[in-house]
C-alpha cells in the first residue's frame, strides 16, 4: 500500500515516493527525474514511446504522431473524443491513461513496490470561469488515474503543493506567495508556512489565497510563433484581393501544441494549395504547405520553444527554419518576445494582487515570493510577479521539481 505524489504537468511530469523513511523522488527516464509529458505513437512498431524518448524518436522521422501538451485537454470537450493514431481511433483519457501508466510502472520497476495511493497534482482553474467544467476535469483525472491501477486517489493543488516543499526548507514562520508558472497553467497562492506549521493536521486556515489562470509557456510558444515565425508561412499575408489578409485560424493552430495533429488532413492542404492562389506571396504559403505535408508542425513548435527559452539568456537570437527552407531564419529579440507575450503577463500581474486582496493583505505584509514553474525563468513574466510584490524576498524554487515534492509531502501526511 505505497503511496506516492504525482505532479502529471502540461510539459513536465515527475513522481515522488513516501516512504517509512521519508520522501523520494524517482529517475522517470535515465538519470532524469522529470519526463516531459510526450507521447510518440510508432505506425510500425505500434510501440508508445515516452517523453524525451518520444521527441527524439520523433525528430528522427520515424513514421508515427507526437502528442505534447495533452494535459491541456483536460477540462475541454475534447476529453471525450477520440483520435486517429495511424488505423486506430484512440480516446484521449486512454492516451493520458498512457502516460500515467508508464510513469506508474517506471517508478515501481525502480523501487519493486506496488503503488496503489496517489495524490495528483492539479491546477487552481482547469479551466478559468467555469466551476462545473472544473470538477468534470477533476473526476477525468481521478477516473483516469484508477484505470492506471491506483485504487486510491486525492487531489491537493499545485501551488499548495510547491508551498509544503517549500516549508520544508524554512526555519521561521513566515507568509508567502507562491507562484507556480508552467507549461498550461499559472498558480497562486499565499501561504502561511513554517516548521510550526508543517505538523498541523489541517492546514484550511494556513491558505490565505488560492487563484490560477490558463496561461502557461505554450501559449508564450504561441504567441512568440504567430510574432516571428509565422509570418514567414504566409502569416497574415496579402491576398490578390484588395485588403484581405490570409485567414488567421491555420496559423494559430500550427502555433498551438494540442492542436498540430488536427492540421493533417488533405483538407487543410488542400485549403493552402487554394490560398496560394490567391496570395501576392505564393512562395511563403509554399512553405506552410511543406510543414503541413512533411508533418513538420511539432518540430517547428519545438525551434520556437527553444527560441523562447534562449531569449531567457539572451538578448536576441535566431529561430532557425531550416527544416522549412534551406537557409532560412526568423531572427527575433527579448524584447519582441515581451511585447507579444505582453497581455498575459498583464493578467499574471492582476492575479497576483487579486491574490493579496482576497488574503485582506498589502503587499509588505508578504515576507518571500517562492517561484517554481518553468515559466518563471521567462523575465517579462518574473518581472510582473515580482513588480507585484515589491520588497518581498525572492525565493528561486526548484523550477521543476517543487510540485512534485509537495505532492510528495503531502502522500506521506495522508497516507503515511
Ligand atoms: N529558461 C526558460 N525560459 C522560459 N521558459 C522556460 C524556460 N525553461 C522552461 N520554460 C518553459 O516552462 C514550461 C514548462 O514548465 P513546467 O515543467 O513547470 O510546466 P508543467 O508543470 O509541465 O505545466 P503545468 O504545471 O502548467 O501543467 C514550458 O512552457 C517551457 O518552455
Ligand atoms: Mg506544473
Not at 501551488?159 to 513566515?174: D, G, S
Not at 490578390?240 to 485567414?247: A, E
Not at 496570395?279 to 512533411?294: D, F, K
Not at 510582473?384 to 501526511?413: N, Q
Request: proline fraction near 4%; charged fraction near 25%.
Amino acid at each position: 500500500m505505497t503511496a506516492c505524489g504525482l505532479d502529471f504537468g502540461t510539459s513536465n511530469s515527475t513522481l515522488g515516493i513516501a516512504g517509512p523513511e521519508g520522501t523520494r523522488m524517482i529517475a522517470l527516464e535515465g538519470r532524469h527525474e522529470t519526463l516531459p509529458s510526450a507521447i510518440f505513437f510508432d505506425f510500425e512498431t505500434h510501440h508508445p514511446a515516452f517523453g524525451r524518448a518520444a521527441i527524439n524518436a520523433y525528430v528522427a522521422g520515424g513514421e508515427g504522431r507526437l502528442m505534447r501538451s495533452i494535459k491541456s485537454v483536460l477540462g475541454t470537450s475534447l476529453i471525450d473524443e477520440e483520435t486517429l493514431l495511424g488505423r486506430r481511433r484512440v480516446g484521449f483519457r486512454e492516451v493520458i491513461g498512457l502516460v500515467i501508466r508508464h510513469i506508474k510502472a517506471t517508478a515501481e520497476a525502480a523501487t519493486g513496490v506496488e503503488l496503489t495511493r496517489v495524490v495528483h497534482g492539479r491546477p487552481v482553474h482547469f479551466v478559468d470561469g467555469d466551476a462545473a467544467a472544473d470538477a468534470r476535469a477533476e473526476d477525468a483525472l481521478a477516473d483516469i488515474a484508477r484505470a492506471s491501477g491506483f485504487s486510491d486517489v486525492s487531489f491537493q493543488y499545485e501551488p499548495i503543493a510547491a508551498a509544503l516543499a517549500y516549508e520544508a526548507q524554512v526555519t521561521r514562520e513566515e507568509i508567502a506567495l507562491i507562484a507556480d508558472i508552467g507549461g498550461g497553467t499559472s498558480d497562486f497562492s499565499i501561504v502561511r508556512i513554517g516548521p510550526d506549521h508543517a505538523a498541523k493536521p489541517d492546514r484550511a486556515g494556513d491558505i490565505l489565497a488560492n487563484e490560477g489562470l490558463r496561461i502557461g509557456g505554450t501559449d508564450f510558444d504561441r504567441l512568440l510563433s504567430l510574432e516571428a515565425v509565422m509570418p514567414h508561412l504566409g502569416y497574415r499575408s496579402p491576398l490578390l484581393r484588395d485588403g484581405l489578409l490570409t485567414p488567421n485560424h491555420l496559423f494559430v493552430d500550427l502555433a498551438t501544441w494540442a492542436k498540430i495533429n488536427f492540421l493533417y488532413t488533405p483538407g487543410v492542404l488542400a485549403d493552402v494549395r487554394r490560398l496560394m492562389r490567391e496570395a501576392r506571396r505564393p512562395e511563403l504559403l509554399e512553405r506552410l504547405a511543406i510543414v503541413l505535408e512533411q508533418h513538420l508542425g511539432h518540430a517547428l513548435a519545438m525551434r520556437v520553444e527553444e527560441g523562447k527559452i534562449a531569449l531567457s539568456d539572451h538578448e536576441r537570437v535566431e529561430i532557425d527554419l531550416a527544416l522549412v527552407e534551406a537557409g532560412l531564419t526568423a531572427p527575433t529579440t527579448r524584447e519582441r518576445l515581451g511585447v507579444a507575450v505582453a497581455d498575459p503577463v498583464q493578467r499574471l500581474a492582476t492575479q497576483t494582487r487579486d491574490c493579496l486582496t482576497q488574503a485582506g493583505l498589502r503587499a509588505d505584509q508578504v515576507d518571500a515570493v517562492f517561484l517554481t514553474g518553468g515559466s518563471t525563468l521567462l523575465p517579462a513574466v518574473r518581472g510582473a510577479i515580482i513588480g507585484a510584490m515589491p520588497g518581498a524576498r525572492i525565493v528561486e524554487g526548484d523550477k521543476f521539481g517543487a510540485v512534485g515534492l509537495g505532492l510528495t509531502i503531502e502522500a506521506k501526511r495522508r497516507y503515511g
